[in-house]
T-cell receptor, first 116, second 115 residues
Framework: EADIYQTPRYLVIGTGKKITLECSQT?????MYWYQQDPGMELHLIHY???????EKGDLSSESTVSRIRTEHFPLTLESARPSHTSQYLC???????????????FGEGSRLTVL | QKEVEQNSGPLSVPEGAIASLNCTYS??????FFWYRQYSGKSPELIMF????GDKEDGRFTAQLNKASQYVSLLIRDSQPSDSATYLC???????????????FGKGTMLLVSP
């Protein structure tokens, strides 16, 4: 069973506030990802990381930033939230190579952000 | 053309029937193919993955892959009301900057199984 945790699960916040969505995994996975998903829409990759001090932007342009200072922790930050940032944010991780690496992503429960 | 295309549905089937979900992808270099199930308000969970052409069976689920046609399908036998969810097809295309490390998802097909 995957051990990947996201907090907060739900957040309602006013425009202009700075927010950080936390994501932690206890599986020792090197690769971690942030996806954004609007209702009825596909998941869009916004950030990913291969390991400590490695971060890359994904397919969908995002005003958010990420950091990877520790293997288990991959927080996402919005410096100034806007209503257009309202969405579900999903964090995921993946096993690091070897025969057990099927390519499967393990997802956290998600953080649903509403910006008023 | 979207990288991964699925019919959004809903696909409605009666309990006990076979549900057939389809997916096409555009990148011929894609290496692995995944089916995730997502209940409303929840995060995706893996149903099956497949790498090679042909069929792969796991319980009531069968994944089918045809790389020449760039087509992946998922069959659910003896469908149950608890199978009602959105089914997401995902592929890992080859990217210049990330290799095969990322997954691209389709929009998903909503399946409704009526008792």
């Amino acid at each position: 069973e995957a051990d990947i945790y996201q907090t907060p699960r739900y957040l309602v916040i006013g425009t202009g506030k700075k927010i950080t969505l936390e994501c932690s995994q206890t599986m020792g996975h090197d690769k971690m990802y942030w996806y954004q998903q609007d209702p009825g829409m596909e998941l869009h990759l916004i950030h990913y990381s291969y390991g400590v001090n490695s971060t890359e932007k994904g397919d969908l342009s995002s005003e958010s930033t990420v950091s990877r200072i520790r293997t288990e922790h991959f927080p996402l930050t919005l410096e100034s939230a806007r209503p257009s940032h309202t969405s579900q944010y999903l964090c995921a991780s993946r096993r690091t190579g070897g025969r057990l690496d099927t390519g499967e992503l393990f997802f956290g429960e998600g953080s649903r952000l509403t910006v008023l | 053309q979207k990288e991964v295309e699925q019919n959004s549905g809903p696909l409605s089937v009666p309990e006990g029937a076979i549900a057939s979900l389809n997916c096409t992808y555009s990148d011929r270099g894609s290496q692995s193919f995944f089916w995730y199930r997502q209940y409303s308000g929840k995060s995706p969970e893996l149903i099956m993955f497949i790498y090679s052409n042909g069929d792969k069976e796991d319980g009531r689920f069968t994944a089918q892959l045809n790389k020449a046609s760039q087509y992946v399908s998922l069959l659910i036998r003896d469908s149950q009301p608890s199978d009602s969810a959105t089914y997401l097809c995902a592929v890992n295309p080859l990217r210049k900057d990330s290799g095969y490390s990322t997954l691209t998802f389709g929009k998903g097909t909503m399946l409704l199984v009526s008792p």
